[in-house]
């Protein structure tokens, strides 16, 4: 899956070419505070390039799902009850890996660019991380919860029209199965 797929690990003395996706913030860390954030290991930056310019960044870095940050009724809960074995262990949390920052250049929205990636994402941490990582998360913008429902995500928190995103998860052990796509 996807090994056509080149990725760049943003480096101290890398050259970031120009990137728009359209919103300012996800803009700016790119170009101002990527690489400190590399370097301080607060959150790695991947970088896909096109010959003169960048189609796709993502940051992602060390996270979990607090059992008891979730809300009894939601659908998180019945999967650590229903398919994770070793439950009986008493966790109080799972081990994730927390997509930072996510965005595509605008030139290039709506062809699947971001899909392509975060494919490459739940592949990566499946096959080469070398620590236990049982889910992605992430704190989707209210515009971009589409995008990653499509993509197999569902909610951890209840809607709250006060807050601009919504913690939502993706359990990287659907990858492969027909339950891959977004659950209600
Ligand atoms: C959100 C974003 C990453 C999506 O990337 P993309 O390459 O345009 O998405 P894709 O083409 O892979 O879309 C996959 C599916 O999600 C849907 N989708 C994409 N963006 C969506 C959105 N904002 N809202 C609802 N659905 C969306 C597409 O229509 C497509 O559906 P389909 O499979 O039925 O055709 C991109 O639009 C972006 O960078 N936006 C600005 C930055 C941002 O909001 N980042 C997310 C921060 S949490």
Redesign the pocket.
């Known amino acids: 899956m996807n090994d056509y797929l080149t990725l760049i690990k943003l480096s101290a003395n890398h050259r970031i070419k120009s990137f728009d996706?359209?919103?300012d913030d996800?803009n700016e860390f790119l170009f101002q505070d990527a690489i400190e954030h590399s370097k301080q290991l607060l959150a790695i930056t991947y970088l896909y390039e096109g010959q003169d310019y960048t189609k796709a960044y993502f940051s992602v870095l060390n996270d979990s799902i607090r059992i008891q940050d979730v809300k009894s009724k939601n659908r998180f809960k019945k999967i650590v009850l229903q398919y994770i074995p070793l439950r009986k262990r008493g966790y109080r949390s799972y081990p994730a890996v927390k997509v930072g920052?996510?965005?595509?250049n605008k030139d290039?929205?709506?062809?699947?660019?971001?899909?392509?990636i975060m494919d490459y994402i739940k592949v990566f941490f499946i096959n080469k991380n070398k620590t236990g990582c049982r889910f992605i998360i992430?704190?989707?913008?209210r515009?971009?919860?589409?995008?990653y429902r499509?993509?197999g995500f569902n909610f951890l928190t209840e809607e709250n029209e006060t807050e601009d995103?919504r913690l939502m998860y993706f359990d990287l052990k659907l990858v492969g199965s027909s339950e891959q796509v977004a659950i209600n």
């Open positions: 996706c359209g919103n996800l920052r996510f965005a595509v290039f929205h709506n062809k699947k660019v971001g899909t392509e992430v704190d989707a913008y515009d971009a919860v589409g995008f499509k993509n995103t």
